[in-house]
């Protein structure tokens, strides 16, 4: 760490500075980071048919993703806006347009879960 670095705060960020400064660190990191990324988006993606947090382990695996690569750090911005932008319109709407819409999501849900059974 340099003198115009500042110190990290946790001890993760103390970790993966000490790692960085071994020879070819940032590179072992990286692919680290990469791996793990990839593998909880890919449990994400498994879990997405059946009934429990599939998207929310998606966007975990992209927020790991995007302490190493700005594309991950950029689509993870662009979902939680466009997220809290349906959430704010689904706000504004009446009561039995949001129950209806919850009715909806489930029945697709639960059409999923069934297929995953019987597929597998």
């Known amino acids: 760490m340099t003198a115009t670095q500042p110190r990290p705060r946790t001890r993760l960020g103390a970790f993966r500075e000490r790692v960085r400064e071994l ?26 048919p059946l009934p429990g947090p599939g998207w929310l382990i998606i966007f975990a695996g992209l927020g790991l993703l995007g302490t190493e690569y700005e594309w991950a750090r950029r689509l993870l911005q662009w979902v939680r806006r466009h997220v809290m932008s349906w959430t704010r319109w689904a706000a504004r709407q009446p009561l039995w347009l949001r129950i209806v819409g919850g009715a909806l999501s489930l029945a697709v849900l639960a059409a999923l879960a069934l297929a995953a059974f019987f597929l597998l």
């Open 23 to 48: 020879p070819g660190g940032r590179l072992a990191w990286r692919i680290a980071v990469t791996v793990a990324g990839v593998a909880v988006i890919a449990g994400g993606i498994v879990l997405l």
